[in-house]
């Protein structure tokens, strides 16, 4: 047995657990497909200056970056949003609008593997480009929740938790916290929740240098907001400032929308939550999961410049990510992931070379019609065969000898209860969609 094993935070794929992965694909892709979402790909490998420029420091730092072998600096990309905005980006002009995309890829941080987070991850993107209101922030919403609950989950098993940049810009300048250091700030508000006092208080510091502003005073301001839980106690804040009163409308708008959707009980306003990514710019959120571990599933927000940024035209633009890592967790923890269940519908026993023709000229009809057939690679007993269609996981079995073929029939054996039957091989296709729909006695006389 080699002794090379896969890296840390990569993972390997049996059957069972590649088939989970593709029943998480499909829950996702079903989702995005019935509110009329597309789907796209980029390269797995970018220029480096990708992800240097566009995204957040802390992924900057995770980037599995190296020069190729042309001289160039290259990085596995760490999310798909760059990419995204500068395909798009590339041909907005000609795009129908608004345009929704989604994508489903593999994503590469190097970061510690732990719990939940892993170096190697899938991840479902979804955008929504083209739409400056807060309509398309509630349809991403909408279907960040729909995806969630595709998996068997309900309302009361996560919370997707809603905050505002945009708001927190305008409060940040109300008590004097300059422009240029507000996105800074917020990396700091980011960390809220779980900074100690003294890593936060640093880290203010280091948000203001340059600034009149005392990070004590600027701390304190920035917890109260956070705080905050309800329109009415940011409609008090925003007294006399017609920009916040303005955005408090068009919350208002995002939430009414939401609650019409049959989204309300999983929908909270929560100010904690501003998002790492530097490119973010209006509404965030992240759903997390309400049981004990509290497990963060999905986020994503409002990202109106980024596109522009990347050398494309002034296009708004939303979106979210869900990863598998978590989500997968959480499945297997409420007990939703489908039994695997990879057998075929048929295993072909092949009963010496002269019923060999005949077994093969059927198990490629078969396979034509749709059905999963596997066979004998080598001829052997009754028993022995029996007992092959059982380990691939078969429920039926069709027997082919020397008799059966003389008299152009195929006998049909379940797997479970034993009992036999025997069709035409001229009805076989229509006889063996039955038996899936109905069992055996769909053709037993």
């Known amino acids: 047995m080699s002794d090379i094993r896969t890296l840390p935070g990569f993972r390997e794929f049996y059957p069972e657990d590649r088939a989970v992965l593709g029943h998480i694909f499909d829950v996702w892709r079903q989702a995005c497909c019935r509110y009329g979402f597309r789907e796209w790909e980029s390269p797995v490998l970018e220029p480096l200056e990708l992800f240097t420029e566009k995204s957040g420091e802390e992924i900057v730092r995770q980037l599995f970056n190296f020069e190729d072998k042309g001289g160039r600096q290259v990085s596995l990309r760490p999310e798909m949003t760059p990419s995204l905005a500068r395909m798009v980006g590339a041909r907005a002009n000609g795009m129908a609008k608004p345009i929704r995309w989604f994508a489903i890829g593999e994503n590469y941080r190097y970061e510690k593997p732990q719990k939940g987070r892993l170096r190697a991850f899938y991840q479902l993107n979804a955008d929504l480009l083209g739409e400056a209101g807060p309509a398309a922030d509630a349809e991403l919403i909408a279907l960040c929740a729909d995806c969630l609950l595709g998996f068997g989950l309900t309302q009361q098993d996560f919370r997707i938790r809603i905050s505002d940049r945009t708001l927190w810009f305008r409060y940040l300048a109300s008590v004097g916290v300059p422009e240029a250091n507000?996105?800074?700030?917020?990396?700091?508000?980011?960390?809220?929740?779980?900074?100690?006092?003294?890593?936060?208080?640093?880290?203010?510091?280091?948000?203001?240098?340059?600034?009149?502003?005392?990070?004590?005073?600027?701390?304190?301001?920035?917890?109260?907001?956070?705080?905050?839980?309800?329109?009415?106690?940011?409609?008090?804040?925003?007294?006399?400032?017609?920009?916040?009163?303005?955005?408090?409308?068009?919350?208002?708008?995002?939430?009414?929308?939401?609650?019409?959707?049959?989204?309300?009980?999983?929908?909270?306003?929560?100010?904690?939550?501003?998002?790492?990514?530097?490119?973010?710019?209006?509404?965030?959120?992240?759903?997390?999961?309400?049981?004990?571990?509290?497990?963060a599933l999905a986020g994503g927000g409002r990202y109106d410049a980024l596109v522009k940024k990347l050398g494309g035209p002034d296009l708004p633009a939303v979106g979210f990510g869900m990863g598998d890592v978590t989500l997968r967790d959480l499945l297997e923890a409420k007990k939703l992931i489908p039994a695997y269940a990879d057998g075929p519908d048929f295993f072909v026993m092949v009963l010496g070379p002269d019923a060999r023709n005949a077994a093969l000229e059927d198990v490629a009809n078969l396979r034509r019609a749709g059905f999963r057939v596997e066979y004998n690679l080598r001829d052997g007993k009754f028993g022995k065969l029996a007992q092959q269609a059982e380990t691939a996981g078969a429920k039926y079995a069709l027997v082919y000898g020397g008799e059966e073929v003389a008299k152009g029939v195929t006998k049909v054996r379940s797997l479970t209860d034993r009992t036999e039957a025997e069709i035409p091989r001229t009805d076989l296709v229509p006889a063996l969609r039955a038996v899936l729909e109905e069992g055996m006695r769909a053709i037993l006389p």
């Open 182 to 295: 507000a996105t800074a700030v917020l990396g700091v508000v980011d960390k809220l929740e779980r900074g100690s006092p003294s890593d936060l208080a640093t880290a203010m510091t280091a948000a203001l240098v340059g600034t009149a502003c005392d990070a004590e005073k600027t701390l304190a301001a920035a917890r109260a907001f956070a705080a905050t839980r309800s329109l009415e106690d940011l409609a008090t804040l925003a007294a006399g400032d017609a920009a916040m009163l303005a955005r408090l409308e068009e919350w208002n708008h995002l939430l009414g929308t939401l609650k019409s959707m049959g989204f309300g009980e999983c929908i909270v306003m929560d100010l904690t939550i501003v998002r790492g990514l530097a490119y973010y710019t209006g509404f965030v959120f992240e759903a997390f999961e309400t049981g004990g571990e509290a497990r």
